[in-house]
Structure formats: C-alpha cells, structure tokens
C-alpha cells in the first residue's frame, strides 16, 4: 500500500513557475515508477510526465515538453515536477501517481495502481 499527498499547487501569472511535490509513505518507494496527471473542470484526466523507479528514464506529454521537468528523490520519497513558463491552459487540478509494474511510456490513467488528492494549479492570464 502506498499514500501519496500532494503539495506546492496555488495561484500564479503566466510565464511564472511552479514546483510540485508528492510524498509516499511505505519503505518500497523506490520501487514504484511514479508520475503526475492533471485534470482541467470539464476535461478527462490527462497524463502530464511519468518517471522510472530509478530516475533514469522519464516521459512527457508533448503539451510540457520543455516546459516541466519530473525528478524523484527516493531518500525522502518524494516525486516532484517543476513547472516553468505557466500557461493558463495548464490550470488543473494535478495529481500524483505510482505504478508497480509496466512501462512509463504508457500513459493511460488505468495503469496506476495508487493516486494522491491532488493539488490546485491555477494560471491567470
């Protein structure tokens, strides 16, 4: 069993930046590839970047690329993602997610076993 609680979400300018954090609880952290999803009122939950148990490997939505960046510290089991160059359309509500088996390159919601509340991101223009 995993928790994830999200924290960092609040209210920014466009073109600001952003860092959000999750926190797991259980000593097998390390062993979950994790991930961030978001989902805008009236939208489906979308995936945002996903990241390997190790940290090796990572994956973006193409809507990020460039612009966020997903990190993990397994020592404090904690996943982040730094959000630069806010845009309004990246307002959600962001939600952290952990796998135990298969591949970050699959990003549909149904492959993660444990979710987080999430956290509020809203960008004003």
């Known amino acids: 069993q995993v928790q994830l609680v999200e924290s960092g979400g609040g209210l920014v300018q466009t073109g600001g930046s952003l860092r959000l954090s999750c926190a797991a609880s259980?000593?097998?952290?390390?062993?979950?590839?994790m991930a961030w999803f978001r989902q805008a009122p009236g939208k489906e939950r979308e995936f945002v970047a996903a990241?390997?148990?190790?940290?090796?490997?990572?994956n973006y939505a193409d809507s990020v690329k460039g612009r966020f960046a997903i990190s993990r510290d397994n020592a404090k089991n904690t996943v982040y993602l730094q959000m630069n160059s806010l845009k309004p359309e990246d307002t959600a509500v962001y939600y952290c997610?952990?796998?135990?088996?298969?591949?970050?390159?699959?990003?549909?919601?149904?492959?993660?076993?444990?979710w987080g509340q999430g956290t509020q991101v809203t960008v004003s223009s």
């Open positions: 997610a952990a796998r135990k088996f298969g591949s970050i390159s699959d990003t549909a919601t149904g492959e993660y076993d444990y």
């Open positions: 259980g000593r097998t952290f390390s062993s979950y590839a």
């Open positions: 990241i390997s148990w190790s940290g090796g490997n990572t």
